[in-house]
């Protein structure tokens, strides 16, 4: 049978690659699955058409247009996981890791268009911060966007993770706006080739969005500028190679890097054996070491324990492994399956030597056990013990990418902490503990060093993600040794392939730039109650001036009694002041709220459905017995949710007879589009 050759997607077509092509190897039994190859791709090409035909296509949708393109992605993936967990067994990998790369990675694309829709704007640009007072009457002012970059993301790939590594780049580069080259690695192309397939055919993505690379790079570095962006996950070796590339450093191309990462768990000094804690840190080491046979740049790879319960931990982790089926991952029974080919299982077997030499020893596994199935990848978990992880250095430096861990002694918290952080660096980090003392000041020791921290206990264990699992809302990365980067953490990484810059203007402009009313902008008082109208009808900018409403010492009395609000400031004259804020008794807050409400609502039913909230409330001015109030009402922005409602945020001002801002809050209601 003739082994299939996988494409690129070149410029919005499939096209083989030519000249010399890599022979892919099935983990399972080493025989073939698939050649690859990009020989003869027009790179710089493929880079021009990135910027003039995918960005300027995705610049002309808005955030939340973006983000619905994204949940279509992920609909598609989901609708076709059967053909990827097919192709998921031959990268050596069980169906409960596939669930981890398939079904996480399409949750990934879910996440991300849902928290985009919920607090992106609907519109093109993205502010960051309040606008910035810059003159004293206000005419000049200043103002941080963010903007969507005008080049390319390039993405390359670790094998591990051949779908979920795509789709969590994908996910916040395309709601940027940006267009992205993906370069998955080549011992699992095939796997993401398929995704990438699937996504084309979901017919949603425009011309030029996104192309696929299924070999090498060839002479793309050198096309790049400083629009362009490359988002890297590997070793730190090849990460190096990349970043200090002439063109990368000449243009200033952004580079962002997920490499190697020599995580640790602690388990704390609470943690006695038979503590619930005690327990859970011995499942959670066993199931880094074994989950994608441990090819995981999250895996724990350094599982430290105070040195009286050492032995302890040897005994519970070994029993644990020892269970541990490894075979076939189609199998049903095979807890753990091959590594993803024979060279990353004799690079592995090559590491835990060296870390013998360095003076660990094996406690729990043999690596030079047969394999279990002829020609496969397949490896024993391995776990090594180092009495003295101050002198043995390797323990801290060398990292076996699969199913091996080494266990290590700390005499105190503290020198737990400088442990930790002598792997210069690490994605991951977790500490097994019910000392809330201890949790404290572990992560005040640590939280330097790493890039994300769990503290699990008996409370929180069962509804716990885990050690090893990034998820979409959280950012994923680390300083030093892992990488210095950051993906994902929900719309930060968005901003990732975003541009901020500072507007100076008036807030008329500013306003027309950002699609948002920005105070001191032009008001447009309408005759038809806003309430009336369609969120399509209104437009930003448009205003209600409601009448004046008199605040009698009767309305504040009957609102203590009816509320059982009676702080002194509202009731107590005397007291009132004698403080020194008040000249006397004052309206309630909530008060002023309420007839605020009452001057402003249109309470026939009608296109505003509900009001969902209010935000940035502040009170400014305080309103005495005797003083009036008044509100405007102002149609700040306004995002489509679905085809039957959508969101409309009112800048909302309550003034007294002297035009004093008495408060101010941006009020949310779900109105008909």
């Not at 580079?255 to 990462?261: G, P, Y």
């Not at 590594?339 to 406690?363: F, H, T």
């Not at 003392?437 to 409370?459: E, K, P, Q, S």
């Not at 998820?471 to 990732?496: F, I, N």
Request: hydrophobic share 40%; aromatic share 6%.
């Amino acid at each position: 049978m003739k082994t299939a050759q996988l494409l690129n997607y070149e410029r919005d077509r499939w096209i083989a690659g030519d000249g010399s092509l890599a022979e892919l190897p099935s983990a399972i039994d080493g025989s073939p699955v698939a050649l690859t190859g990009s020989g003869g791709l027009d790179f710089g090409g493929m880079l021009a058409h990135a910027r003039e035909v995918g960005g300027p296509a995705l610049r002309r949708m808005t955030f939340h247009e973006r983000a619905r393109m994204v949940k279509a992605l992920g609909l598609a993936i989901m609708a076709r996981k059967e053909e990827l967990y097919e192709l998921n067994y031959l990268t050596g990998c069980t169906r409960k890791d596939g669930w981890i790369d398939i079904e996480g990675g399409a949750g990934t694309l879910f996440s991300f268009s849902s928290k985009a829709r919920r607090e992106l704007p609907d519109a093109h640009v993205l502010l960051d911060g309040q606008l910035e007072g810059l003159s004293k009457q206000g005419s000049f002012v200043g103002q941080h966007i963010f903007t969507p970059l005008q080049g390319a993301a390039v993405h390359i790939n670790a094998f591990n993770f051949p779908v979920w590594g795509m789709l969590e780049k994908l996910a916040p580069t395309l709601i940027a706006g940006v267009p992205a080259i993906v370069k998955p690695a080549s011992a699992t192309a095939y796997l993401t080739e398929a995704a990438f397939k699937i996504m084309i055919d979901a017919g949603v993505l425009p011309p030029g969005s996104v192309q696929l690379i299924v070999g090498s790079v060839g002479d793309l570095f050198e096309h790049l500028t400083g629009q362009d962006v490359v988002s890297f996950t590997g070793s730190a070796h090849t990460a190096s190679k990349l970043k200090s590339h002439p063109t990368v450093m000449r243009e200033s191309v952004r580079f962002v890097a997920e490499q190697d990462s020599l995580n640790a768990s602690v388990l704390g000094p609470d943690a006695a054996p038979g503590t619930p804690e005690f327990d859970l840190f011995v499942r959670e080491v066993a199931t880094e070491m074994t989950v994608k046979a441990g090819q995981k740049c999250t895996a724990i790879r350094r599982a430290m324990a105070p040195a009286a319960y050492l032995d302890a931990v040897e005994q519970a982790l070994g029993e644990r492994l020892a269970r541990t089926k490894v075979g076939d991952p189609r199998s049903d029974d095979t807890r753990m399956g091959a590594l993803v080919s024979v060279s990353q299982r004799d690079d592995v077997i090559e590491k835990i030597r060296q870390l013998e030499v360095a003076g660990a020893r094996i406690v729990a596994g043999d690596p030079n056990a047969e394999a279990a199935v002829k020609g496969g990848a397949f490896l024993q978990p391995v776990l090594l013990r180092a009495d003295d992880p101050w002198t043995t250095d390797a323990v801290h430096d060398c990292e076996p990418f699969g199913p091996v861990s080494t266990i290590m002694p700390y005499n105190d918290l503290g020198d737990a902490v400088a442990l930790a952080n002598r792997g210069r660096g690490s994605l991951c980090l977790s500490l097994f503990t019910h000392s809330p003392d201890a949790a404290r000041d572990f992560v005040l020791g640590a939280g330097a060093y790493h890039g994300r921290m769990l503290v699990i206990d008996r409370t929180n264990a069962a509804e716990s993600t885990g050690h090893g699992s990034p998820l979409p809302v959280l950012t994923h990365g680390g300083p030093g040794r892992a990488g210095g980067g950051e993906e994902m953490g929900g719309m930060r990484g968005v901003k990732h392939y975003m541009q901020r810059t500072a507007i100076q203007s008036s807030p008329a402009i500013i306003a027309a730039i950002t699609s948002q009313y920005m105070p001191g902008a032009p008001k447009h008082e309408v005759e038809v109650h806003p309430f009336r109208r369609k969120m399509s009808e209104l437009a930003i900018g448009d205003t209600l001036k409601t009448a004046s409403r008199t605040v009698a010492i009767a309305d504040i009395e009957h609102f203590a009694e009816f509320t059982g609000d009676k702080f002194y400031a509202h009731m107590d004259e005397e007291a009132a002041k004698a403080s020194p804020i008040f000249e006397g008794r004052v309206a309630h807050g909530y008060l002023i709220l309420s007839f605020a409400a009452g001057l402003f609502v249109d309470p026939a039913p009608g296109p505003v459905y509900a009001n969902t909230g209010l935000e940035n409330l502040r009170f400014l001015t305080p309103l005495y017995p005797g003083d009036s109030m008044r509100v405007e009402l102002t149609v700040k922005s306004k995002s489509i949710r679905d085809e039957e409602k959508g969101e409309v945020r009112w800048a909302v001002y309550v003034l007294n007879q002297k035009d004093e801002v008495v408060a101010t809050y941006d009020l949310l209601t779900m109105n008909q589009p």
